[in-house]
């Protein structure tokens, strides 16, 4: 891990013991890989070899591979996994002169052994693939070998009095999916540098909910991202800005997103809660601050699905005051119920380049200067035609960590312009302090905990008759 932030982690087990001192990309990285151990159990083979890492992988038993300073080398270059070794305008390997070049090389043996052992260690069927692509053929259709069998095991946890380990073999195995059937070119070429292995859990039903939204259409579905922990936030959610309410002749209703955890007790627990609120949404993809995208586009999914009748829909956060009384006021004021994207304007952000930073992007995951116009994930309200569009083009644009900037990323391919919604600020991405005044006449607040969330909603219901 101090070499390459983009190495798959096979065996985290070392790492885990103690991450406060690491930054914060690190910690989300290794949280993640403790909820599982990858098995790989043949040669890899097929388009897999594209993505395959070139550092501490056993399935590529090449000498110069164990070199710390070959491995140095290779990660400054950038060159980390096999299918970066290909160029594909040249339609062959990378030339050993440009490796030499990258990794700051005086001559040309090094790579030329490099490249030689690589290639001598990758399996003939998995030669077959990688001439077809760079010859950009289909494959061959006799060739048909399946991709690897990896499979996940749930960890087992020792109290500090703890029984033997039972046998792994007892456990229940579950099956590692991808994350998505990206095109052809896409996988090929951009998702050769994704910098994030991304896991899909096959680990728990999927809870779907479905609501009766023929029959009695909200206006407004407000989707909640959440944890499997945050069963206090959800219910004081419920209680104040999250309850199902008419507002005028106007039904706004509330969902929680959230993705697979590892405590099967909280698990349960979270069963038990849809099955008495009916307004959980649940999907198979490991549930981790990183993910925020796929648990923003799964509710985008659900819209579309479930519920293309509404009008609108916000997507906001556990830690936020909503005040979806004024936001219904002011889309109905806006009277525009299509092309609408609103919240708090981001349009001149820039990449985070502090590897200590929770936001650190590398320049190798976004080399650009600027985001593309985006409005902040704390909160924002737009269109379902808008909703429906963006789950259409999400499929061709590359995954990006950040949920808001991906969704700014969307926007832009479908020219889509963000709006303001009043032409005073409404969306707050930080914590106004409470004034019944001052929180009549706004959308959102940041970083409010569930007792002063309750407190805040009381406080507002009881002063209806106050002039401000």
């Known amino acids: 891990m101090g070499y390459d932030r983009k190495l798959f982690v096979i065996e985290p087990e070392g790492f885990l013991k103690n991450l ?12 993640t890989w403790s909820m599982v151990s990858v098995l790989r159990e043949r040669v890899i083979q097929g388009e897999d070899i594209l993505t395959e890492p070139l550092l501490y992988n056993p399935s590529l038993k090449t000498r110069m591979l164990k070199s710390t300073s070959i491995r140095r080398r290779l990660c400054r270059a950038q060159l980390t996994r096999v299918g970066n070794l290909l160029d594909f305008e040249r339609i062959d390997w ?30 003939s069927g998995s030669h077959t693939f990688i001439n077809e692509v760079l010859h950009a053929v289909e494959p061959d259709s006799s060739w048909n070998a399946p991709p690897p069998a990896i499979k996940i095991a749930p960890k087992i946890r020792q109290s500090p009095q703890a029984a033997p380990s039972p046998n792994l073999s007892q456990l229940e195995n579950f099956t590692l999916t991808r994350f998505c059937d990206m095109p052809r070119k896409l996988l ?6 994704t910098v994030h292995f991304l896991a899909l859990v096959s680990r728990y039903d999927t809870i779907w909910r479905r609501i009766q939204c023929e029959r009695n259409p909200p206006f407004l579905v407000l989707l909640v991202t959440t944890t499997h922990s945050q069963k206090e936030e959800r219910n004081v959610i419920r209680q104040t800005w999250g309850k199902e309410r008419l507002i005028g002749d106007k039904l706004v209703s509330t969902y929680f997103l959230l993705g697979a955890g590892t405590n099967p007790r909280l698990q349960e627990e979270l069963t038990g809660e849809s099955n008495t609120y009916n307004d959980i949404i649940q999907r198979d993809f490991i549930d981790t601050y ?23 829909v916000m997507k906001t956060d556990t830690d936020m005051f909503v005040n979806p009384l004024y936001l219904v006021e002011l889309l109905v004021k806006k009277n525009q119920t299509t092309n609408l994207f609103t919240g708090s304007l981001k349009p001149h952000d820039a990449p985070v380049r502090d590897i200590n930073s929770k936001w650190y992007i590398s320049t190798t995951e976004y080399p650009l200067a600027k985001y593309p116009p985006f409005c902040s994930g704390t909160g924002y309200a737009f269109s379902v035609d808008v909703a429906q569009r963006i789950q259409n083009v999400s499929g061709s644009v590359p995954f990006f960590k950040l949920e808001d900037v ?36 706004l959308v959102t607040s940041h970083g409010v905990r569930p007792r002063e969330l309750y407190l805040f909603w009381e406080a507002l219901r009881r002063s209806r008759a106050v002039q401000c």
Not at 94 to 103: D, I, P, S
């Open 20 to 31: 406060s001192p690491l930054p914060a990309y690190y910690q989300e990285t290794l949280k």
């Open 94 to 123: 990378v030339q050993t002169q440009e490796v030499m070049q990258r990794m700051e090389l005086r001559t040309t043996r090094v790579p030329n052994r490099l490249i030689k052992e690589i290639k001598d260690t990758i399996s």
């Open 188 to 193: 090929y070429s951009l998702m050769l540098h």
């Open 290 to 312: 990183y993910n925020l995208t796929l648990k923003t586009i799964m509710g985008i999914e659900w819209i579309c699905t479930h519920c293309p009748q509404t009008t609108f």
């Open 406 to 441: 991906y969704v700014g990323m969307c926007l832009e391919k479908l020219e889509i312009n963000l709006e303001n919604l009043h032409t005073e600020p409404t969306f707050f991405p930080y914590k106004i302090p409470f004034n019944i005044c001052k929180y009549r006449k």
